[in-house]
């Protein structure tokens, strides 16, 4: 592809917009941006989108994540992290990579492989979208069947279900159906920037000990 999309600087929180993208381009795209970089994409249907995250972007992900994999050790569930890794299905013409994503009830489906192909593999359980933006598309993650969509932005956490192809907002996640997470995961990310995230995460795991009791 002419394009060399490594000499364009996208600042962080910033997205570029890349119409009439074939799948050949996407895929080539990809290819060139390489796995190790900060940016992220989403391919709609010959639309290309790119996005190079803030720092406080960054950091939410990381305590979201914190949170959720202790949420499914404490309670004893296997589950496999693949992080931002790059979903795609070439026969919807679709593409995203989450800020992280979980496989939890399809855990053994995946478990050990290095890549995964969408028209022949299950898609994540839950997907999680952080400061969402024009990138994070749930049409997208609606497409690729993914059942489960966290989306956190401006300090709220919004939990999506899919049902009959579109989602559908959610006080509770079917995953964590006892507990109260659209209310808890905000009140321990703050506490985590005020406290530190060693205290903070402590503090989360008596508190997860106790609803167990």
């Given at each position: 592809m002419l394009l060399e999309l490594k000499k364009i600087v996208v600042p962080p929180g910033q997205t570029i917009l890349l119409q009439d993208i074939d799948w050949s381009d996407f895929?080539?795209?990809?290819?060139?941006l390489?796995?190790?970089?900060?940016?992220?994409?989403?391919?709609?249907?010959?639309?290309?989108?790119?996005?190079?995250?803030?720092?406080?972007?960054?950091?939410?992900k990381v305590l979201i994540t914190n949170l959720v994999e202790i949420l499914l050790e404490e309670l004893d569930i296997e589950f496999w992290s693949l992080?931002?890794?790059?979903?795609?299905?070439?026969?919807?013409?679709?593409?995203?990579?989450?800020?992280?994503?979980?496989?939890?009830e399809h855990e053994s489906a995946v478990r050990?492989?290095?890549?995964?192909?969408?028209?022949?593999d299950p898609p994540p359980d839950l997907?999680?979208?952080?400061?969402?933006?024009?990138?994070?598309?749930?049409?997208?993650?609606?497409?690729?069947?993914?059942p489960?969509?966290?989306?956190?932005?401006?300090?709220?956490?919004?939990?999506?279900?899919?049902?009959?192809?579109?989602?559908?907002?959610?006080?509770?996640s079917p995953h964590f159906p006892d507990l109260p997470l659209v209310d808890i995961i905000p009140k321990y990310l703050a506490k985590a920037k005020e406290n530190g995230r060693n205290k903070t995460i402590k503090e989360f795991r008596q508190w997860l000990g106790n609803k167990k009791l």
């Open positions: 895929e080539a795209i990809l290819e060139e390489g796995e190790h970089r900060a940016s992220r994409v989403a391919y709609n249907q010959g639309t290309l989108t790119i996005m190079t995250p803030l720092p406080e972007h960054e950091i939410n992080g931002s890794t790059t979903f795609k299905n070439k026969i919807m013409l679709q593409g995203i990579e989450p800020d992280n994503c979980f496989y939890i050990g492989k290095d890549r995964l192909d969408l028209t022949i997907a999680i979208e952080v400061e969402v933006t024009s990138r994070s598309n749930p049409n997208i993650y609606a497409s690729l069947g993914v489960e969509l966290w989306q956190f932005t401006k300090g709220k956490l919004q939990i999506n279900l899919l049902q009959n192809g579109m989602y559908v907002e959610s006080d509770i």
